[in-house]
């Protein structure tokens, strides 16, 4: 999966780019858990780190550049450049998070 | 029973504000500590706001990097911020709190790079997100999150 590259430069130095092949995206939509919720009110009393909202974060964030990277590997490209990351909160628990990127095919 | 019932209430609010207080402090503190022992350690890993690598680079071998941080307010802390919002000004509570939570998703970003085996990253974008999840009176939470294009030295310069 990972032999394609990825970042978030606009070009890699030293590297020409043969083509472009136009943006790619991969996005979801993670709702917290309930329970999890529930402890994370009462950590809010003393404050700090809410490690179980910082794991949900990181996975959906890993899902969305798997996604992300699916679809430059399905259109036949060998990195995705100039990566971002947004974040929005769509609901009261829920949040999506999407990546996109410009799709290219470096020599 | 009423009166018992407002005494309560009051005890319950100055109990929460006293915890808060005290062991917010505390953490606050214990996780400054750890930054900076940590800031100390992972020194040699530079990163760079520019969009591009120093020439010294190797840019043939770069990869996506990345560290996130969700954290909140403690209760006393937002309880200030609330007296805070009458006459405005600086709030210094939740300025230490951010401070706290960006050098974490740095060093969080860091440690992703060497893990890796990779010593320098540049373009580094830091994004905020506010989750205070739109109830009401729901304690005000931040995700910090840091990434960024790792990269290696050439063997020839350095």
């Known amino acids: ?107 | 029973m009423d009166f018992l019932l407002d005494y309560f209430e009051w005890a319950l609010f100055l109990f929460l504000l006293a915890l808060g207080f005290f062991a917010g402090r505390f953490l606050e503190r214990r996780h400054y500590r750890s930054i900076r022992q940590r800031e100390k350690k992972l020194a040699k890993v530079l990163t760079f706001a520019t969009r591009f690598p120093p020439n010294l680079v190797d840019p043939q071998d770069c990869r996506l990097v990345s560290g996130c941080v969700v954290i909140s307010s403690d209760y006393f802390k937002q309880f200030v911020a609330s007296l805070r919002n009458l006459v405005g000004g600086r709030f210094r509570g939740y300025e230490t709190l951010l401070d706290r939570a960006r050098r974490e998703a740095i060093l969080r970003m860091k440690e992703d790079a060497r893990r890796a085996g990779y010593y320098l990253i540049v373009n580094v974008k830091i994004e905020n997100t506010s989750i205070a999840g739109g109830r009401q009176g729901a304690m005000p939470s931040f995700e910090l999150f840091a990434y960024g294009t790792a990269l290696k030295p050439s063997k020839h310069a350095v």
């Open chain 1, 1 to 107: 999966m990972s032999n394609i590259l990825v970042s978030n430069m606009e070009m890699i130095p030293g590297r020409r780019i043969k083509s472009h092949l136009g943006m790619v995206q991969g996005s979801t939509v993670r709702a917290k858990h309930a329970g999890k919720d529930i402890l994370a009110s009462l950590k809010n009393i003393v404050g700090g780190e809410l490690k179980a909202y910082t794991e949900l974060m990181q996975e959906a964030r890993e899902e969305a550049t798997e996604r992300m990277i699916e679809q430059a590997t399905s259109i036949g490209a060998n990195a995705v450049l100039n990566v971002r990351y947004t974040t929005t909160a769509v609901t009261m628990g829920a949040a999506e998070i999407l990546a996109y990127g410009t799709a290219v095919i470096l020599e």
